[in-house]
């Protein structure tokens, strides 16, 4: 059974950095495709970053592209998202996603069979 642990949610003023991390346990065979998805309060879950294992692909929702940066870590089996230049609409719970088989976009919610708890990200205006 496939485990994902987000961390490194906080709260920071809009213009800070927050750098999270997406631990994952279990295994999946080969090629995996992760991706960090967001919820705002009263809103529905959307995607934010995701990248393909092994590969030098990634793909960012256009409100953060720029400013986050999904990146990879095979030692740690980790997945990071860096976000730079937070602004208020940022504020949501963080979630970490996984699945071995892609069939939709990386950055739609059905393509992924795995799912972190989600940590919280506050940016006061």
């Known amino acids: 059974q496939v485990q994902l642990v987000e961390s490194g949610g906080g709260s920071v003023q809009a213009g800070g950095s927050l750098r999270l991390s997406c631990a994952a346990s279990g295994y999946i065979s080969g090629r995996k495709y992760i991706g960090w998805f967001r919820q705002a309060p009263g809103k529905e879950r959307e995607g934010v970053a995701a990248l393909v294992t092994g590969g030098a692909s990634t793909y960012y929702a256009g409100s953060v592209k720029g400013r986050f940066t999904i990146s990879q870590d095979n030692a740690k089996n980790t997945v990071t998202l860096q976000m730079n230049s937070l602004k208020h609409e940022d504020t949501a719970i963080y979630y970490c996603?996984?699945?071995?088989?892609?069939?939709?976009?990386?950055?739609?919610?059905?393509?992924?069979?795995?799912w972190g708890q989600g940590t919280q990200v506050t940016v006061s205006s």
């Open positions: 996603a996984a699945t071995p088989d892609a069939r939709w976009y990386l950055l739609e919610e059905r393509t992924y069979v795995y």
